[in-house]
């Protein structure tokens, strides 16, 4: 069974730091790109970032928004991925999605979500 | 950044009909996009890539086209299980950008 399992979410005070971590299981993820999408309450979708494959020096790319401030990383011994964010905002309250990347770089597989809350 | 444009935001169908939700790029993407479906409280669902190709598992219901910066998904015989939120979404470069999203409300 294909299963992406996100943790850590959680209440943090602005300013304040959280770790979110996606377990991966059933599939294929060391040869794969990996994404974090998040998803604002009642919002759309946002793309966060990607941790590109070891054949890709597991180089990432960051949307703006977070860009300074998350950090994405990965250990393809655990088939884990991970979201470091630091400096939270108020308006990174989300529910953050681990999200496979298909070899034509579509999104192929969904985590069911870590709602994460930025709040005093 | 390039962005993208859905139309319309919502709209209401019976069960039965078809449907027809546009995606426009604000610059080429040639079919470097995907449709997903979004359902409340659930996690999205892939259902078409590279602009026309069905992903696994998703029903022939679902068909998408287009290339360069305008595209579309169809839904055909609508049943109440399709009324959800469906996102486009442009991988053709960083950052990846999302349409802001298509309700599709029993009407």
């Known amino acids: 069974e294909v299963q992406l399992v996100e943790s850590g979410g959680g209440l943090v005070q602005p300013g304040g730091s959280l770790r979110l971590s996606c377990a991966v299981s059933?599939?294929?993820?060391?040869?794969?790109?990996m994404d974090w999408v998040r998803q604002a309450p009642g919002k759309g979708l946002e793309w966060v970032g990607r941790c590109r494959d070891k054949t890709n020096s597991y180089t990432t790319e960051y949307a703006a928004s977070v860009k300074g401030r998350f950090t994405i990383s990965r250990d393809d011994s655990k088939n884990s991925l991970h979201l470091q964010m630091d400096s939270l905002k108020t308006e990174d309250t989300a529910v953050y999605y681990c999200?496979?990347?298909?070899?034509?770089?579509?999104?192929?597989?969904w985590g069911q979500g870590a709602l994460v809350t930025v709040s005093s | 950044d390039i962005q993208m444009t859905q139309s319309p935001s919502s709209l209401s169908a019976s069960v039965g009909d078809r449907v027809t939700i546009t995606c426009r790029a604000s610059?080429?993407?040639?079919?470097?996009l995907d449709w997903f479906q979004q359902k409340p409280g659930k996690a999205p669902k892939t259902l078409i890539y590279a602009a026309s190709s069905l992903q696994s598992g998703v029903p022939s219901k679902f068909s998408g086209s287009g290339s360069g910066t305008d595209f579309t998904l169809t839904i055909s015989n609508l049943q109440p299980e399709d009324f959800a939120t469906y996102y486009c979404?442009?991988?053709?470069?960083?950052?990846?950008?999302f349409g802001g999203g298509t309700k599709v409300e029993i009407k």
């Open positions: 610059q080429g993407i040639n079919n470097n």
């Open positions: 979404r442009q991988y053709s470069s960083y950052p990846v950008t």
């Open positions: 059933g599939i294929s993820f060391s040869d794969h790109y």
């Open positions: 999200v496979r990347v298909g070899r034509t770089y579509y999104l192929d597989s």
